[in-house]
């Protein structure tokens, strides 16, 4: 009798067990048509982003939401395949879709709660709910990831699946895939990785932003132990392994420190030249953007540009605090760290907001949470603005918003930033590729292009050109000119009378055309381009690739009073420095897509072979020989502390000293610089060409 009441809750559980396996049957049967097709995984397309590359192939820039690098399963190091099975899937190449084991765990060790909660996800689980499904957490979802999983293994073979898994996972700081938070986290490429870095990686799948060696790397600490402690259980380490990658330091790379060199204008160019082609599918196609800067040729740019227009804007002092925010007197971290959210650091200039000043010390909060403390020689650029009789814009005080700079040994100074802007340019004047651009001091501080986009007077940068018409027209650098005052009235210049008078209001009388483009006269070139005909000279300079229209024929046209880009000077320059061919700057070299087939290839204009020539090559010799007495004993002598003697240029300063210009060259580079205001405005007397853009 006891055996048979025994048998009755057996029986029950085994009629439960074959009832549930008919529902799910039953369930499985009207679910699986209505499954989604297989498309997006057997033929795999990921959203690849828009890359730009150096000439040497080094990463520059990069577009798109998700940022991701597709590798094949053969390229994957055998150590990270197996810290992600020890982490995510260890009965991985033993199960279908479905590991019947890990969830007969998973559900024990969640009912008893025994350890921490557990799931039940295989990999091929994972793939599906990534590719096909949302993460709501229901009955239904589970059952279509289950059958999904099914209907993968049925189609692909485990080492695509892996594959798919290792190229679409979501692993923190928008990457993508291994591959990418490699490059990210560590600035490596998948093989370089050591087995403490792939423990570390292997370990995010989890949690992305929980264990995010940037955001939380104590909990990114633990994660990675346990990945490591898992690959010990299946013995795929030892336990010496184990503990020499225990030891290492985490060394996250720096996210700014991801591109090989700062070239964000570049970069922009890029982006929207790939827009205007391909439109929203460039950020995804996978698009790869070769271009024809140097890393050491930007650097040095973004380097000079910097120190040029910093050097410049402490000769006009300091300008005081940029805002003020209203401290509490028990301000929190986190009410320090709101007062600078408007304010981002610019590289090396870093934003902070007062906590005390006096006129020997100021204690600052930067929005790392460091506190620092300014004294002495770091005090003496804004002493003025730490005494009593400072304005009430000028005066540093509790909750004043300023910039810092640190030396080499971590003193810091008050500076600020530059209200004047900037740019650099350079190229290759044998067929115009161009090595730099430096569009402005801060890309994120403002994305307006100075080097393309900036329309300004060029002064007496122009004066080239001028001379170089003259030159056919029969001067020499020998020719007389009198350097003497001349008077227009009102009738001859069709608007306003006009005195010219020369930079430094001295007048020389009779010089040759040498000495004069040397001095940067400015009544010979009035008087030179008296003789040569204003209508000739408008359409002579054409020949530099200059638009007429944008220099009308007038005497003015002598002191560069017409407008130019930047680009276009390095271009008119070009014509000068390659013996009298006319090139095209271009910055693209080539585009390939994600497999590395070309799409696209410049086929530059290149001088001495299939570039127009505009000049005769003795008369491109001949301004090249003068403006080389320029650097060497002119206007831009101060170029001479490089100790060279292949270097020809010539200065510019516009009227009231808005705008400051040099072109400098030899026969491999041309190189222009501006610097100015956006919203013209003087940049201070004696501010010249030669003082603050040649530098």
Do not use: C
């Not at 400072?390 to 909750?399: C, E, K, S, V, Y």
């Amino acid at each position: 009798m006891s055996a048979r009441w025994l048998l009755y809750p057996l029986l029950l559980v085994v009629v439960g067990i074959f009832a549930t396996a008919l529902l799910l049957g039953f369930a499985a049967a009207m679910i699986w048509p209505t499954l989604p097709a297989l498309d997006i995984v057997t033929d795999y397309r990921p959203k690849v982003p828009l890359r730009v590359y150096s000439a040497e192939g080094k990463l520059i820039g990069e577009f798109g939401e998700e940022r991701r690098s597709v590798v094949t399963i053969k390229e994957v190091p055998k150590s990270l395949v197996d810290a992600i099975l020890a982490a995510e899937d260890e009965r991985y190449f033993q199960h279908k879709g479905v590991d019947y084991l890990g969830v007969a765990r998973a559900a024990l060790a969640n009912f008893t709660h025994i350890g921490p909660r557990q799931g039940a996800s295989t990999i091929t689980m994972q793939v599906a709910r990534n590719f096909f499904l949302t993460r709501e957490k229901t009955v239904t979802r589970k059952v279509n990831e289950m059958l999904l999983a099914f209907k993968i293994e049925s189609s692909l073979t485990k080492e695509q699946i892996l594959e798919l898994y290792i190229n679409q996972i979501y692993l923190g700081q928008r990457a993508y895939g291994f591959a990418s938070a490699a490059r990210i986290y560590y600035g490596k490429p998948l093989e370089a990785l050591s087995l403490a870095e792939i423990a570390m990686l292997a370990g995010l799948p989890k949690g992305p932003s929980i264990f995010n060696p940037v955001a939380n790397p104590a909990r990114a600490k633990q994660r990675q132990q346990y990945v490591l402690r898992r690959m010990r259980d299946i013995n795929v380490i030892s336990a010496e392994d184990q503990a020499n990658a225990d030891k290492q330091p985490l060394a996250i790379k720096n996210e700014l420190n991801e591109f090989a060199t700062k070239a964000d204008y570049v970069a922009e160019m890029v982006r929207q030249a790939m827009y205007e082609r391909y439109k929203e599918n460039a950020y995804a196609m996978g698009l790869k953007v070769h271009t024809t800067i140097f890393v050491n040729h930007q650097t040095a740019a973004n380097a000079a540009l910097r120190a040029g227009l910093l050097a410049y804007d402490r000769r006009h002092g300091y300008r005081g605090p940029e805002a003020y925010a209203e401290l509490p007197a028990n301000a929190t971290e986190e009410t320090l760290d709101d007062a600078l959210t408007d304010y981002p650091d610019s590289e090396d200039i870093y934003s902070a907001v007062v906590t005390e000043a006096t006129p020997k010390r100021v204690k600052a909060h930067r929005r790392n949470g460091e506190q620092i403390e300014i004294t002495e020689a770091g005090l003496k650029f804004a002493a003025e603005a730490l005494t009593d009789k400072a304005g009430p814009n000028l005066r540093i005080r509790r909750g004043a918003i300023i910039r810092v700079q640190a030396d080499d040994k971590k003193r810091w100074s008050i500076t600020q930033l530059p209200a004047a802007e900037s740019m650099l340019i350079s190229a290759d004047p044998r067929d115009g590729a161009i090595r730099a651009i430096a569009g402005g001091f801060d890309f994120t501080r403002s994305q307006f292009n100075h080097a393309t986009q900036a329309l300004r007077q060029p002064g007496s940068s122009f004066k080239p050109f001028i001379y170089s018409a003259s030159l056919e027209k029969g001067f020499g650098p020998g020719s007389i000119i009198d350097d003497a005052p001349l008077t227009f009235s009102a009738a001859q210049t069709g608007g306003e009378a006009w005195e010219p008078k020369n930079y430094d209001g001295t007048y020389d009388g009779p010089i040759t055309m040498r000495q004069a483009l040397v001095r940067s006269k400015n009544l010979v070139s009035i008087r030179i381009l008296q003789a040569i005909g204003t209508k000739y000279a408008q359409d002579y300079i054409t020949r530099f690739g200059f638009d007429a229209k944008l220099h009308p024929p007038y005497l003015t046209m002598a002191l560069g009073a017409g407008n130019v880009t930047p680009m276009q000077m390095v271009g008119g320059y070009s014509v000068f420095a390659n013996g009298g061919f006319r090139i095209k700057p271009y910055f693209i070299q080539r585009i390939e897509d994600s497999k590395g087939t070309v799409l696209y290839t410049e086929k530059p204009v290149r001088a001495k072979e299939n570039a127009e020539k505009v000049i005769d090559e003795r008369n491109a010799y001949i301004m090249t020989n003068m403006m080389r007495d320029v650097v060497r004993f002119g206007t831009a002598a101060s170029a001479m502390k490089l100790g060279r003697g292949d270097l020809a240029g010539k200065t510019g300063t516009t009227n009231d000293f808005l705008d400051a210009w040099f072109g400098g060259y030899n026969s491999e580079l041309v190189a222009v610089a501006w610097v100015g205001y956006d919203q013209p405005k003087t940049l201070g007397r004696n501010e010249t060409g030669g003082a603050v853009a040649l530098p």
